[in-house]
């Protein structure tokens, strides 16, 4: 090949590379078929397109029908679609630690462990090497491509003194000095604890105390 037709030829190819999808094939079934005698394994050797780009390129040139793009099912499939294993694992180990959203306004669950976290568990408990693993970040992805939102929980806040304590304790004093004297009154004194809720949905949800493991 002389130094001119390697010159058409580079234009050719960039000519390509600017077209996509149904353009971009019919444009090399043309060439294909002007310049290769239509022989799409020509076209792949002289210009180095695929042969099956070229082949389809040739067909929908002939036929007149436009092959169906399919763009979602290009590139690289996501670490949990590849492995569905991995996505169980993950969630096996979630779970014990999420919560719902409290006000059930979306899907999301909410969790105090992080990615990095997430991923030492599944070395340690789920038996995978770290190599077989995503990285951090990746793993943060899917964490969120799962529904799974990092929140720090917070202990729960001890209860408020009330309006109505100064007025309860003035109250046992004034009934304390009327029966003091009295001989048919028992005084017990008692030191109790005040019972608070526990577990992921007291106070609306929205402080559950934090998991344990």
Same mark, same amino acid.
Request: net charge positive; glycine share 8%; hydrophobic share 35%.
């Given at each position: 090949?002389?130094? &001119?037709?390697?010159?058409?030829?580079?234009?050719?190819?960039?000519?390509?590379? %600017?077209?996509?999808?149904?353009?971009?094939?019919?444009?090399?079934?043309?060439?294909? @078929?002007?310049?290769?005698?239509?022989?799409?394994?020509?076209?792949?050797?002289?210009?180095?397109?695929?042969?099956?780009?070229?082949? %389809?390129?040739?067909?929908?040139?002939?036929?007149?029908?436009?092959?169906?793009?399919?763009?979602?099912?290009?590139?690289?499939?996501?670490?949990?679609?590849?492995?569905?294993?991995?996505?169980?694992?993950?969630?096996?180990?979630?779970? !014990?630690?999420?919560?719902?959203?409290?006000? @059930?306004?979306?899907?999301?669950?909410?969790?105090?462990?992080?990615?990095?976290?997430?991923?030492?568990?599944?070395?340690?408990?789920?038996?995978?090497? &770290?190599?077989?693993?995503?990285?951090?970040?990746?793993?943060?992805?899917?964490?969120?491509?799962?529904?799974?939102?990092?929140?720090?929980?917070?202990?729960?806040?001890?209860?408020?003194?009330?309006?109505?304590?100064?007025?309860?304790?003035?109250?046992? &004093?004034?009934?304390?000095?009327?029966?003091?004297?009295? !001989?048919?009154?028992?005084?017990?004194?008692?030191?109790?604890?005040?019972?608070?809720?526990?577990?992921?949905?007291?106070?609306?949800? %929205?402080?559950?105390?934090?998991?344990?493991?």
């Amino acid at each position: 090949m002389d130094g &001119a037709h390697a010159e058409y030829d580079e234009l050719i190819v960039g000519a390509a590379k %600017k077209l996509t999808g149904h353009k971009r094939r019919l444009f090399i079934g043309e060439v294909a @078929l002007r310049l290769c005698d239509g022989n799409a394994r020509q076209s792949e050797e002289r210009f180095g397109w695929g042969r099956a780009t070229a082949a %389809k390129g040739l067909r929908e040139l002939a036929t007149g029908i436009q092959c169906l793009e399919s763009f979602t099912s290009r590139g690289r499939r996501r670490s949990e679609a590849r492995n569905p294993q991995l996505a169980s694992d993950i969630a096996a180990i979630m779970e !014990p630690h999420t919560q719902a959203d409290p006000e @059930l306004k979306s899907a999301r669950r909410y969790s105090n462990l992080s990615a990095a976290e997430v991923r030492q568990a599944l070395i340690t408990q789920k038996h995978y090497r &770290a190599e077989e693993l995503p990285a951090e970040r990746t793993l943060r992805d899917i964490l969120n491509r799962m529904n799974y939102r990092l929140k720090r929980i917070q202990k729960g806040m001890p209860l408020k003194k009330l309006p109505q304590t100064d007025a309860i304790f003035a109250n046992i &004093a004034a009934v304390r000095s009327e029966c003091r004297g009295d !001989p048919q009154t028992l005084e017990i004194s008692m030191d109790t604890k005040a019972k608070v809720a526990l577990g992921d949905y007291s106070r609306g949800g %929205k402080k559950p105390d934090q998991c344990g493991g």
